[in-house]
């Protein structure tokens, strides 16, 4: 930078506002060299992998205790999976033949095997997958590098922006033990690893910059606006003086509200009222219960949408049962899709205003094979009595009638496989459109 004032937008991963200089980090990955190795150092070369396998799960072990000890065991999960990926019998068994059979050296035997895994997942098109091949990278690198006997440091002595072009689910966690002040990343999403751990951790965090650490260099002043995601690079003194008062009046705001969330939910003539929060993904349950919620009043479920591939009926059903189980005794309401039709069948329906046409109820009835695999995911979640539903965008009576039609289709389905759910699960319909 030349020291002149830069705004770049991206996308607000975790809510709140730093100011402070920025330390651009840059993980150098391991060197490999492909070496042959001769018969009598076969033995040698399958210790250091070994030894460096156990060295890497020792390594995992304590980030997982340090995620478990900051944001809990749901959101240290991650490093459980790595963890698991460590003990792959198969995998581990395939490097060692390779280095026997084939006598290379072993970083080059697990960087090759590894990345047939990365690639092909990477290739996918699955957001998903796209972000386990991120994990299994980043696993690689771990392993290669104990293997080599490489050191990394993860600790800085004062409080700092740190600004990378991605952080791995353990940079997220390890970073946090320093006086970090937040997190800009070019790569990511609301959804990637990085998000769902600053905002657990309550870190600041703006990803999806694109060219931040093409703008911004160790040493310069950054404004992070976790809210409106956007990083301001080298702002002039009026523009921090404004943030800094900004930042003030939230920490007020959020120190009265800290005062009254134990407090009843009662007008003041005594009125009671039972207090809901509205939630976009799972992970903000405990924020919600924390916060005095005692229920969940929407459920938007669209975020499991992943480039237009809809999820199936297990992983629907597990991710909507984490909410109601959280919320237990407290009541969740789950809304199907709401989505323009545009978005997830780019090839099937063409219409001028997908905002106003095909969206919402409309695509399930059209595309019953969508509906009823929801509808079903909700139902098994709902064994515990305190799930309820509701349908989007519904304008006619005709449609109500066509709802209520397929959720007794959907509860003979599962009733056909003896899967237990709630058989007086309530419904329900958001009128928003003024044809309603």
């Known amino acids: 930078m030349d020291g002149h004032q830069k705004i770049i937008e ?31 150092e076969v033995e040698v070369e399958i210790e250091r992998f070994l030894r460096a396998i156990e060295k890497s799960k020792s390594e995992l072990s304590k980030i997982l205790k340090l995620a478990i000890e900051r944001i809990g065991s749901e959101g240290a999960q991650i490093f459980e999976a790595q963890l698991l990926m460590l ?72 409080s700092r922006i740190v600004v990378a072009e991605n952080l791995t689910p353990a940079d997220t966690i390890l970073f946090s033990r320093n006086q970090v002040l937040g997190y800009i990343t070019d790569l990511g999403g609301y959804t990637s690893h990085t998000a769902i ?30 809210y409106r995601g956007i990083v301001i690079v080298n702002p002039d003194q009026s523009l921090i003086e404004q943030y800094q008062e900004k930042m003030k009046r939230i920490a007020e705001l959020e120190r009265k509200l800290e005062q009254l969330k134990q407090l009843p939910a009662e007008t003041m003539d005594g009125k009671k009222f039972t207090l809901l929060a509205n ?19 929407l459920f938007r479920t669209e975020y499991i949408i992943n480039n237009s591939i809809i999820p ?27 989505i323009g039709g545009d978005k997830i069948f780019k090839d099937y329906h063409k219409e001028d205003n997908p905002f106003l046409g095909w969206r919402g109820i409309r695509i399930g009835l059209d595309r019953p094979d969508i509906l009823l695999t929801q509808l079903r995911a909700i139902l098994r979640a709902s064994i515990k009595g305190n799930v309820m539903i509701m349908f989007p965008m ?38 928003e459109v003024p044809s309603s």
Do not use: H
């Open 279 to 297: 939630i976009e993904f799972p992970d903000e349950v405990d924020e919600a219960i924390e916060n005095g919620a005692e229920g969940i009043g």
């Open 197 to 226: 751990l600053a905002r657990a951790l309550k870190i600041p965090a703006v990803v999806g910059l694109k060219e931040a650490t093409k703008f911004i260099k160790t040493g310069d002043t950054v404004i992070l606006d976790g």
């Open 10 to 40: 991206g996308i607000p991963a975790s809510p709140g506002i730093a100011i402070g200089t920025a330390l651009k980090y840059e993980k150098l990955k391991p060197k490999i060299t492909k070496k042959e190795i001769k018969e009598e």
């Open 87 to 158: 003990d792959d019998k198969t995998m581990i068994d395939k490097i060692i033949e390779r280095i026997k059979t084939e006598k290379f050296n072993a970083e080059s035997i697990v960087n090759d095997e590894v990345e047939k895994y990365v690639k092909f997942m990477q290739s996918s098109g699955d957001e998903y997958l796209k972000e386990r091949a991120n994990d299994l990278e980043d696993l690689k690198n771990r392993v290669i590098r104990n293997i080599q006997q490489e050191k990394w440091l993860s600790r800085f002595d004062t």
């Open 394 to 431: 519904v304008t006619t009576i005709d449609e109500v009638r066509e709802i209520k039609k397929y959720v007794e289709i959907a509860k003979s389905q599962l009733r056909e496989k003896n899967v237990k759910f709630d058989e007086s699960i309530k419904i329900g319909v958001m009128i």
């Open 312 to 338: 199936d009926e297990d992983e629907q059903f597990e991710e909507y049962l984490r909410v109601a189980e959280k919320i237990y005794p407290g009541k969740v309401v789950i809304r199907t899709f709401d």
